[in-house]
T-cell receptor, first 115, second 113 residues
Framework: AQSVTQLGSHVSVSEGALVLLRCNYS??????LFWYVQYPNQGLQLLLK??????LVKGINGFEAEFKKSETSFHLTKPSAHMSDAAEYFC?????????????FGAGTRLFVKA | NAGVTQTPKFRVLKTGQSMTLLCAQD?????MYWYRQDPGMGLRLIHY???????AKGEVPDGYNVSRLKKQNFLLGLESAAPSQTSVYFC????????????FGPGTRLTVL
């Protein structure tokens, strides 16, 4: 069965510092992987996704994530945090073997950015 | 394009009352989904639809019903609301399924007293 684990429900960084949000997944086949961002009182929007092409995926707003099969990880990074990055981030996995109908979301990591 | 819209934005119900949440999308997407979001639990799939006239159960379907009479609309019904259904409900849609992006509505915050 698929599952997603996001390490750390809250992460706090200073403005300009590296952002690292961790995601590990479990899947019996190479999955599709996603990072979504949710700003306060809004729905989720896609940051980036991995669908078996390049293992380093670049997304919007300077974020990127690397698919590491050996570590079953898909960590999200950004070299320099900005105040506007404060939001909740969700890692998600979709198993192509099930037809992809069911996307499993992690519990989320709330990012705080300090001035 | 409005994208995905949800009605209403907020609602307070008493235990046992019923209500319907409406989701509409203008992107001609085949697939639509209803999720609930609870603190510390991420999003959990309630029901989904792979096309007009079809629906299927997701991870947490009990206490909910859905209908997709028109391609652009996906309705979520609560027949007899319970406090455990207090949550934020999100509708989403996608063009396809395999690796496709899901587009989310702004959510409906429901409180059941």
């Amino acid at each position: 069965a698929q599952s997603v684990t996001q390490l750390g429900s809250h992460v706090s960084v200073s403005e300009g510092a590296l952002v690292l949000l961790r995601c590990n997944y479990s899947s019996s086949v190479p999955p599709y992987l996603f990072w979504y961002v949710q700003y306060p009182n809004q729905g989720l929007q896609l940051l980036l996704k991995y669908t078996s092409a390049a293992t380093l995926v670049k997304g919007i707003n300077g974020f990127e994530a690397e698919f590491k099969k050996s570590e079953t990880s898909f960590h999200l990074t950004k070299p320099s945090a900005h105040m506007s990055d404060a939001a909740e981030y969700f890692c998600a996995v979709s198993d192509p073997g099930t037809g992809g109908f069911k996307t499993i979301f992690g519990a989320g990591t709330r990012l705080f950015v300090k001035a | 394009n409005a994208g995905v819209t949800q009605t209403p934005k907020f609602r307070v119900l008493k235990t046992g009352q019923s209500m319907t949440l409406l989701c509409a999308q203008d992107m001609n997407h085949e697939y639509m989904y209803w999720y609930r979001q609870d603190p510390g639990m991420g999003l959990r799939l309630i029901h989904y639809s792979v096309g007009e006239g079809t629906t299927a159960k997701g991870e947490v379907p009990d206490g909910y019903n859905v209908s997709r009479l028109k391609k652009q609309n996906f309705l979520l019904g609560l027949e007899s609301a319970a406090p455990s259904q207090t949550s934020v409900y999100f509708c989403a849609s996608s063009y396809g399924v395999r690796g496709d992006t899901q587009y989310f509505g702004p959510g409906t915050r429901l409180t059941v007293l």
